[in-house]
């Protein structure tokens, strides 16, 4: 049977043993470099602000997914922010148990729309709740590297949450 022929019965199919090899250079693209240059060079945590309906993306986008404009404006966003979810891994990447769970979150930035996925640090699992204040802990400046482990994790803090957000959030907060 051709490669290119079409089975006809299911019981035609034959498996191929081998293996595939298959590499990829994971590349972050325009908007990726900005934010890890940004990140790594000032401290800072930028988003991308979508012109037209106002929205804010941590990490940055090159185009608004709600709208499909061109995005260009990057802004900061600030290095605090609100938990909006939290849980514990138990495991790696690879499905390999960790030494010890690590605690994680997501974090909604006091300037963006988008929660960002990252790990909490300096409190226990009992002290984490929803809509806590947490801000980042980054690396020393030498130390970084321009990936997102520049920013070592998220611990609560102790300063309020803005009095008038002048963006719009997370679809919870749009008007129908």
Known sequence: MAFKTRIQRPAEAKPWYGELPVESLYTMGIAGEKFFRTLKDKGKIIGARCEKCNYVYVPPK???????????????????????????????????PLPKPEMVGLIQL???????????????????????????????????????????????????????????????????
Do not use: W
């Open 62 to 96: 090159m185009y608004c997914e709600r709208c499909f404009e061109s995005i260009e404006k990057m802004v900061d966003v600030g290095l605090t922010g609100t938990l909006t979810s939290f849980t514990l891994v138990y495991t790696d990447i690879d499905g390999n």
């Open 110 to 176: 006091d300037g963006a729309s988008t929660n960002l996925f990252h790990r909490l640090g300096e409190c226990a699992m009992d002290d984490l709740y929803i809509d806590l204040r947490v801000e980042a802990v980054l690396k020393p400046a030498k130390q970084r590297t321009g990936s997102i482990n520049d920013i070592k994790y998220f611990k609560p803090s102790k300063k309020k949450r803005p009095i008038n957000r002048s963006r719009k959030t997370v679809d919870r907060d749009r008007k129908p």
